[in-house]
């Protein structure tokens, strides 16, 4: 009787535990037949339009996340040479305007076959609910590994999460750099 109850408290401390995570999602891209161990020297690059690159020098937080990631870049024993690198990194962020919708949980119960609630000769129940709409936006973090000669992309990784404000965006940065670097399939020794 004891394991009735248990599987339902460990059950609530898995949900709970995944709801307090950082929320903060990363995800990652490896172009296809690229072997990453070659690349063991890089630098780091503006995006190449100028335009662009006018908004780039404004946003505060790209120095702060060159940095980290020269720290994570290190742990896999890359080593940074603005002379002559093999591969140039080049980052960015992003904040867009989002809208989720959502249905509120209301189910029509009734009795037995047919009953209200429930459709044609067996019984499942029908929901309802008012469906409302919520805006929001999210923040997104891009790291990017191209290829110096070829100027190809090899390897994008990309952070995500949803901005409200409490928000700490120090430590988002932070697990989101070491989030994306942990996606990086490379370490040198």
């Given at each position: 009787?004891?394991?009735?109850?248990?599987?339902?408290?460990?059950?609530?401390?898995?949900?709970?535990?995944?709801?307090?995570?950082?929320?903060?999602?990363?995800?990652?891209?490896?172009?296809?037949?690229?072997?990453?161990?070659?690349?063991?020297?890089?630098?780091?690059?503006?995006?190449?339009?100028?335009?662009?690159?006018?908004?780039?020098?404004?946003?505060?937080?790209?120095?702060?996340?060159?940095?980290?990631?020269?720290?994570?870049?290190?742990?896999?024993?890359?080593?940074?040479?603005?002379?002559?690198?093999?591969?140039?990194?080049?980052?960015?962020?992003?904040?867009?305007?989002?809208?989720?919708?959502?249905?509120?949980?209301?189910m029509s119960v009734g009795?037995?076959?047919?009953?209200?609630?429930?459709?044609?000769?067996?019984?499942?129940?029908?929901?309802?609910?008012?469906?409302?709409?919520?805006?929001?936006?999210?923040?997104?973090?891009?790291?990017?590994?191209?290829?110096?000669?070829?100027?190809?992309?090899?390897?994008?990784?990309?952070?995500?999460?949803?901005?409200?404000?409490?928000?700490?965006?120090?430590?988002?940065?932070?697990?989101?750099?070491?989030?994306?670097?942990?996606?990086?399939?490379?370490?040198?020794?």
């Open positions: 009787m004891k394991n009735f109850y248990l599987f339902p408290f460990i059950l609530l401390v898995g949900i709970i535990a995944g709801c307090s995570s950082s929320g903060v999602v990363s995800r990652s891209y490896k172009a296809k037949g690229v072997d990453l161990k070659q690349y063991k020297t890089y630098s780091w690059a503006k995006p190449g339009n100028e335009e662009y690159q006018l908004q780039y020098d404004k946003k505060i937080n790209i120095p702060f996340i060159i940095a980290l990631a020269n720290a994570e870049l290190q742990k896999k024993g890359f080593r940074q040479d603005n002379e002559n690198p093999q591969a140039i990194f080049v980052t960015d962020t992003r904040v867009e305007d989002r809208v989720a919708y959502s249905q509120s949980p209301q009795f037995g076959v047919g009953g209200p609630g429930y459709f044609g000769a067996f019984s499942a129940p029908v929901a309802g609910g008012q469906v409302t709409e919520q805006r929001y936006q999210q923040g997104m973090l891009f790291i990017e590994m191209y290829d110096v000669k070829t100027r190809k992309l090899l390897w994008r990784g990309w952070a995500e999460k949803k901005i409200t404000f409490r928000n700490d965006i120090e430590a988002d940065i932070r697990k989101g750099v070491k989030d994306i670097f942990i996606r990086l399939p490379v370490r040198h020794k």
